[in-house]
């Protein structure tokens, strides 16, 4: 086979950037059919005029950050313990103990309506959105609308939108104060609109949800997901372990789950080298960095976590820092 030149090979690049910003900008008529199709299928989903014309009244074009940010997915690979350095420091758990002090009155109703220790609400609020500080600052309807028209997940984006206009047809938000990542995640908990739809929860009674601003509201949601998906609020998250050398690795991993006595006979140790509890949870372990890494028994609201997030290292993220707020508050 005949070598491809250089100037063949940079006329071949030079087609493929422009192939792909066309694709990412999408021709112009196109995008005008495909959006004149959605306004029919969100008036038949129920969603007014007045909304419609709303939201999308200044969505006349595609946002290439957002195609260019999904098409950089997956993110690069960490390990849990760059993943935990980057998320719990001083600072954020510093933080955490304050927002446990600011708001005891909430969380103290929150906690009791809905089963979920208020440790663990304030760390998920910190590990999402830095305790509200970070909640993203796309405009949801446009990110979702660029999704849904040009993305490898179209008809999952194209759901979301739809979701979302239905949150501000019922008036819990307006289009310009509905901003989030750029994948649409909202708020404070960064909900995406059907989580929004299935769990948020109006945590002051005004009849409104608002996960953007409003404090209470943002603590009820985060608690209603976690009892939604099956919180225990007799049980933490897990613990750090040491385990020892000779434990056979099939064993770790949650697709093994073992009273505590029998990973107690098994050699597995407190981080502190001390026995474990003597409640005969069933939990699994995980050792995400290998054996040379940390090891983690992890109950059944890891697996709640787990809802939130399908990724140990945040679950485990999320478990360590409630852990150290506790700590900071003795």
């Given at each position: 086979m005949k070598p491809v030149s250089n100037?063949?090979?940079?006329?071949i690049t030079l087609c493929w950037l422009f192939s792909t910003s066309t694709v990412a900008q999408g021709s112009t008529n196109d995008f005008e059919l495909w959006l004149k199709a959605f306004r029919v299928e969100a008036r038949a989903a129920g969603i007014s005029p007045a909304t419609l014309h709303t939201a999308l009244a200044r969505v006349n074009q595609l946002q290439p950050k957002v195609i260019s940010l999904d098409r950089k997915q997956p993110e690069r690979l960490q390990s849990l313990k760059q993943y935990i350095e980057t998320r719990i420091c001083k600072t954020r758990i510093a933080i955490g103990r304050k927002m446990m002090d600011r708001y005891p009155t909430w969380l103290g109703r929150v906690e009791r309506k809905y089963g979920v220790?208020?440790?663990?609400?304030?760390?998920?609020?910190?590990?999402?959105?830095?305790?509200?500080?970070?909640?993203?600052?796309?405009?949801?309807?446009?990110?979702?609308?660029?999704?849904?028209?040009?993305?490898?997940?179209?008809?999952?984006?194209?759901?979301?939108?739809?979701n979302a206009l239905h949150i501000i047809d019922a008036g819990h938000v307006g289009v310009s104060r509905m901003k989030g990542s750029w994948a649409g995640a909202m708020g404070q908990c960064q909900f995406m609109p059907?989580?929004?739809?299935?769990?948020?929860?109006?945590?002051?009674?005004?009849?409104?949800?608002?996960?953007?601003?409003?404090?209470?509201?943002?603590?009820?949601?985060?608690?209603?997901?976690?009892?939604?998906?099956?919180?225990?609020?007799?049980?933490?998250?897990?613990?750090?372990?040491?385990?020892?050398?000779?434990?056979?690795?099939?064993?770790?991993?949650?697709?093994?789950?073992?009273?505590?006595?029998?990973?107690?006979?098994?050699?597995?140790?407190?981080?502190?080298?001390?026995?474990?509890?003597?409640?005969?949870?069933?939990?699994?372990?995980?050792?995400?960095?290998?054996?040379?890494?940390?090891?983690?028994?992890?109950?059944?609201?890891?697996?709640?976590?787990?809802?939130?997030?399908?990724?140990n290292a945040f679950a485990i993220a999320v478990g360590t820092l409630s852990d150290r707020i506790a700590e900071e508050q003795k």
């Open positions: 100037r063949l090979l940079a006329f220790q208020k440790r663990f609400i304030v760390a998920l609020w910190g590990i999402e959105t830095n305790y509200g500080t970070y909640t993203g600052g796309f405009p949801v309807i446009q990110s979702l609308m660029t999704l849904a028209y040009d993305s490898r997940r179209s008809t999952y984006f194209r759901r979301e939108l739809l059907s989580s929004f739809l299935h769990y948020a929860a109006d945590g002051n009674g005004d009849n409104q949800i608002d996960i953007w601003g409003t404090i209470p509201d943002v603590l009820a949601s985060t608690a209603n997901y976690l009892r939604t998906v099956g919180w225990k609020d007799d049980q933490t998250w897990g613990r750090p372990v040491t385990v020892p050398e000779t434990l056979d690795s099939s064993l770790l991993g949650l697709g093994t789950r073992l009273p505590l006595s029998r990973w107690q006979a098994l050699g597995v140790r407190r981080s502190n080298g001390s026995t474990l509890p003597r409640r005969e949870l069933e939990a699994s372990l995980l050792m995400p960095d290998g054996r040379s890494g940390p090891g983690y028994l992890v109950y059944d609201n890891f697996r709640a976590l787990l809802a939130w997030n399908r990724s």
